[in-house]
């Protein structure tokens, strides 16, 4: 099966900054791919590459097949693009501005005035369809863009940093929105929110310094970072009273005491049983599995340093 | 290069401007009309005639093809810069099938309606106050200067839209090489003002090619075939200038 996108040794340099640097991603059709990386990572110079907006220095980058080099226009055909600015035309009313992308994409009259009815429909803006995009809100404008890249019925869709700059009931809209239309293309989603890639992505690469660093699902990558379970305790007292018990336990691989919580990564889940065993007849107010978070998985390969 | 892209660019530029045309008429006939009073008729009394024809009909077609040209540079310079720089609308036509010679061609379209419309505007306009009437074949033979002059401004526009990013820059190009050139190109006086030595040098400039050849054909419907060459040429040249400049640009 052909991936839906694919890079190969894919790099793009400035003069002396490399913003990519052999790149190799391959995804595959359907679902929703997301990609992860700190400011500079070179999230959007990929995105630009793949969009045809822009030639990498070497190495090859290919979309349903064709090259982005020698195809360009093939594959704007097949895509759609939600860019980081709303780029929406603010002396066109929201109806016209469907209305010039699908003229762009030579689709007959009769074809895209169905197709925009039913995109103003699906995401709630048929309405206002005669407004101007400057009288609506920024969720309202956000998801104005997100239609706008449907109209032409693309198989891949990028989407990047699609909320930027929404409030969080904007926000989880455009994701139901993305949500409701993953099944019938493949999306390449670039986002800074962790939480917006574990909601609705179900694989993710890692990237910074313009190399991927990792790539999996967002429970994949989370049991990668810790290797082992991780437990919460709180105990009745103390819990530097448990220290030397607790610490007698090999399969303890890491043990954090404060106040009268313990929090403690075991090899493995299983020994659980030990753990318990170990502390029977003392007073345990809760045993809790903590869940490691996609923002830890992520800090701890691209660090904690602010990018400029 | 894509047709249908560039017609639909075109066609959205025509909407917004038939949206915009009852304000921007106003703005639009108000300066050449203003100098039109204040030096054909104010200043007529005092000049006479010039090259055997009153004053005020020796600027007019000048001030038809002034409005034009500044319509068409406007228009494609601060479009280009709006939808390059603050609309990023640009970068939503590249992700579409359009191609940028479709996008280029669409703005230097746009541009030239801009002008023609707006020249026709003002052409009606000094026609309704003065009591002079051009035969309809001078006004054929007019337009072919018209038409490549507008061109060649559209062009002009095209590339300082694609090569400045301040507005104010934009400006300064404007202040500093469009309007001199506009204005030494015998608008306002006859070219055998300048001393003899200059005269060939101001005869070579494309400005002059389009003023003076322009105000020959509509006042006498004469053809200056070395200006119509010299005008076309230009204009092509700036039209594939134009192209190249934004696609390098684009590249970038």
Same mark, same amino acid.
């Given at each position: ?308 | ?81 709006? #939808? ?29 309606? #801009? ?22 074949? #001078? ?114």
């Amino acid at each position: 099966m052909t991936a839906a996108i694919t890079t190969r040794s894919l790099a793009k340099r400035y003069g002396n900054l490399t913003a990519l640097d052999e790149f190799d991603l391959e995804v595959t059709r359907g679902g929703i791919f997301g990609l992860l990386g700190p400011n500079g990572a070179g999230k959007t110079t990929l995105i630009r590459i793949l969009t045809t907006l822009m030639r990498p220095t070497s190495g090859t980058a290919c979309i349903e097949g064709f090259d982005t080099a020698s195809h360009s226009r093939e594959i704007r055909r097949l895509i759609g693009v939600v860019p980081q600015e709303n780029s929406l035309d603010r002396y066109l009313t929201a109806r016209e501005n469907l209305e010039l992308h699908a003229r762009l994409h030579e689709m007959p009259v009769t074809s895209y005035r169905k197709r925009i009815d039913e995109l103003l429909e699906l995401f709630g803006l048929a309405g206002r369809q005669n407004d101007f995009p400057d009288s609506y809100s920024g969720g309202m404008q956000r998801r104005l863009v997100v239609a706008r890249a449907l109209v032409h019925h693309p198989r891949i869709l990028f989407l990047d940093e699609p909320t930027t700059g929404l409030d969080p009931q904007s926000r989880h809209a455009v994701w139901d929105y993305v949500k409701s239309i993953a099944g019938s293309m493949t999306i390449f989603l670039t986002t800074h929110y962790l939480e917006e890639a574990d909601q609705l992505c179900e694989r993710i690469a890692i990237m910074d310094h313009g190399k991927l660093i990792t790539q999996g699902s967002a429970t994949e990558l989370k049991e990668r970072l810790t290797g082992g379970a991780l437990y919460e305790i709180e105990f009745g007292g103390n819990a530097d009273a448990f220290a030397a018990t607790l610490g007698n336990l090999s399969c303890i691989r890491k043990l954090t005491l404060e106040g009268n919580r313990a929090t403690i990564e075991l090899e493995h889940w299983e020994c659980l049983s030990a753990l318990v065993a170990a502390l029977a007849g003392n007073e345990i107010r809760r045993i809790s599995l903590k869940e490691r978070t996609l923002e830890e998985v992520f800090i701890s390969l691209t660090g904690k340093g602010v990018r400029e | 290069m894509s047709m249908a892209g560039a017609l639909a660019i075109w066609r959205r530029d025509m909407l917004v401007l038939r949206r915009s045309i009852m304000s921007e008429m106003i703005a639009v006939i108000a300066y050449p009309l203003t100098i039109y009073l204040a030096f054909g008729i104010g200043m007529q009394g005092y000049i006479g005639l010039v090259e055997g024809i009153p004053y005020s009909m020796f600027i007019a077609p000048g001030l038809i093809t002034m409005t034009a040209v500044n319509a068409a540079y406007s228009e494609s310079v601060w479009s280009l810069w709006f #939808h390059r720089r603050v609309q990023f609308t640009i970068e939503s036509y590249r992700v579409t099938p359009v191609t940028v010679s479709g996008i280029v061609c669409a703005k230097l379209f746009s541009g030239f309606t #801009h002008g023609l419309v707006k020249g026709i505007a003002v052409g009606l306009v000094i026609s309704l106050i003065t009591p002079f009437r051009f035969p309809p074949a #001078h006004l054929a033979v007019y337009l072919l200067f018209l038409i490549p002059g507008s061109v060649l401004f559209s062009c002009a526009g095209v590339i300082s839209g694609t090569l400045m990013d301040k507005p104010e820059t934009i400006g300064r190009v404007e202040a500093v090489f469009i309007m001199p050139l506009i204005f030494m190109s015998g608008l306002f006086f006859p070219l055998s003002s300048y001393p003899q030595v200059i005269i060939p040098i101001v005869r070579s400039l494309p400005t002059t090619a389009l003023f003076e050849g322009a105000r020959q054909a509509l006042v006498s419907g004469n053809v200056s075939f070395g200006f119509l060459i010299l005008l076309y040429t230009t204009a092509l040249s700036a039209f594939i200038a134009a192209v190249w400049i934004f696609r390098r640009k684009m590249a970038e």
